[in-house]
């Protein structure tokens, strides 16, 4: 009986233990940190024994193969220890894919790639098929291969996932977009995250689809120097393409093979360039896996967007607030500056993943009257804003970045969450840092 061990007690973690336990494998998941109760549970009613608080050397080194959750780089001791005795080390979604035969449509990408996977996904169930949503989005990619079938999977794909990834391979393959993100776990290198993103194209054969942005000059400056079998859909709001999907005018236009499809911008259900981008990566999909036009028409003028993502919270004083917890780097949080037609309140920072704020320039100095710093450690937002805005101000909890920018939003300006880091110096993840705002705001 081959051990596996889980290094990482989370989600992801504690699906890919399950996985194990139900092909048979000697399975024991170790975790540095405390587990929560609710995967406790998991494990103990699949028998799995588990760790918490540390590793013990001796529980992890007799592996014939490790799964890691995609949080852990590769620097911690006991990885290095793992990494020299040359046990494999691989991701949940490596490990889950060697026992999933369903399709598998795959996304990726700096910004976007949640709300993409979303739209497709919505689209899939609405014309009918068997479909699951996994990745770095909703339930384990494991825990659903243990336990149901679908005949489809939709993947969001972090480059964190991507690294661990050997012979998984993508039926299709959407990259939104490549802007600097999580450097500091690429030695601040842009390579090596470029590298990590375009795994999403390994293995992939002349049957299978991949779908790229031609307007991100990251990605098409590398298309050349990967080698690519798969049929290539590039999507533009800048050009006209043969096969993939363009915009003229006021409409958006969608080829592949000999189906065609075209919708007015102003019908789609997420407005703004950049879910212009996304609907258009999630109809090319749809009409690559043969979706009735009818049905691609209702899924992407009804899908109601993600949580966390420029998610209007409410008006408070003729004062809106939107939570974008979810922007956790530049690129990410210029999009929802651009989206935004009125003054800003802008409430900004966290853990600073090696950002470079200089695109936000120009945006800030037009749209943004008063800067919040949420964070521990503000000072290169100081450095960096404290000359383009009237006013500045630090805080440590959503609660108290709220009643300032209630204090000092003016009626018709934005109240606008948009961090452009993570969220690990004050908050468990983005998520919990979106609820807090959102309670904040209710509680005005």
């Known amino acids: 009986m081959s051990r596996l061990v889980i290094l990482g007690g989370g989600e992801s973690g504690t699906g890919a233990a399950v996985l194990g336990k139900v092909k048979g494998y000697d399975v024991f998941l170790s975790d540095s940190n405390m587990i929560n109760n609710e995967a406790k549970e998991m494990l103990s009613k699949y028998e799995i024994p588990f760790e918490e608080g540390g590793h013990i050397r001796e529980n992890i080194l007799n592996a014939d193969v490790v799964v890691k959750s995609p949080g852990i780089p590769d620097t911690v001791p006991i990885l290095v220890e793992i990494i020299s005795k040359n046990i494999p080390v691989i991701s949940e979604i490596e490990f889950a894919g060697r026992y999933d035969s369903s399709k598998k449509i795959c996304v990726t990408g700096s910004n976007g790639k949640t709300t993409t996977a979303s739209i497709i996904y919505f689209l899939l169930k609405n014309a009918g098929l068997k479909v699951g949503l996994a990745g770095n989005i909703g339930q384990s990619y494991a825990y659903q291969v243990a336990t149901c079938t679908n005949d489809f999977y939709v993947l969001e794909?972090?480059?964190?996932?991507?690294?661990?990834?050997?012979?998984?391979?993508?039926?299709?393959?959407?990259?939104?977009?490549?802007?600097?993100?999580?450097?500091?776990?690429?030695?601040?290198?842009?390579?090596?995250?470029?590298?990590?993103?375009?795994?999403?194209?390994?293995?992939?054969?002349?049957?299978?689809?991949?779908?790229?942005?031609?307007?991100?000059?990251?990605?098409?400056?590398?298309?050349?120097?990967i080698v690519l079998h798969a049929k290539q859909l590039p999507f533009s709001q800048k050009i006209e393409v043969k096969e993939g999907a363009y915009v003229r005018d006021d409409k958006m236009y969608v080829h592949y093979a000999d189906q065609d499809y075209q919708m007015f911008l102003n019908e789609l259900s997420l407005q703004g360039k950049h879910n212009i981008y996304n609907s258009m990566a999630a109809a090319i999909t749809g009409k690559v896996l043969n979706i009735e036009n009818e049905v691609l028409r209702e899924s992407l003028s009804s899908f109601k967007g993600v949580e966390h993502r420029m998610e209007k919270v409410l008006k408070v004083k003729n004062v809106l607030y939107i939570n974008d917890s979810k922007a956790t780097n530049v690129n990410s949080t210029w999009y929802a500056l651009e989206s935004v037609n009125t003054p800003v309140v802008w409430i900004a920072g966290g853990k600073d993943k090696g950002n470079d704020y200089e695109p936000l320039f120009e945006l800030v100095n037009e749209r943004v009257r008063v800067i919040i710093c949420l964070g521990v450690d503000n000072s290169k937002l100081h450095r960096d804003f404290a000359d383009k805005v009237e006013e500045m101000y630090d805080v440590t909890s959503a609660e108290e970045a709220v009643n300032i920018a209630y204090r000092v939003a003016r009626s018709g300006e934005t109240v606008l969450l948009s961090p452009a880091c993570a969220s690990f110096d004050l908050f468990k993840n983005f998520e919990e840092r979106g609820e807090k705002f959102k309670e904040a705001i209710r509680n005005l």
């Open 157 to 225: 794909l972090s480059s964190f996932q991507l690294e661990g990834m050997y012979d998984f391979k993508a039926d299709i393959a959407v990259l939104l977009n490549i802007t600097p993100d999580h450097l500091d776990r690429y030695n601040n290198e842009m390579e090596g995250y470029i590298r990590a993103k375009f795994r999403i194209t390994q293995n992939m054969s002349k049957e299978d689809c991949f779908i790229f942005c031609a307007d991100d000059e990251i990605s098409i400056s590398h298309l050349n120097n």
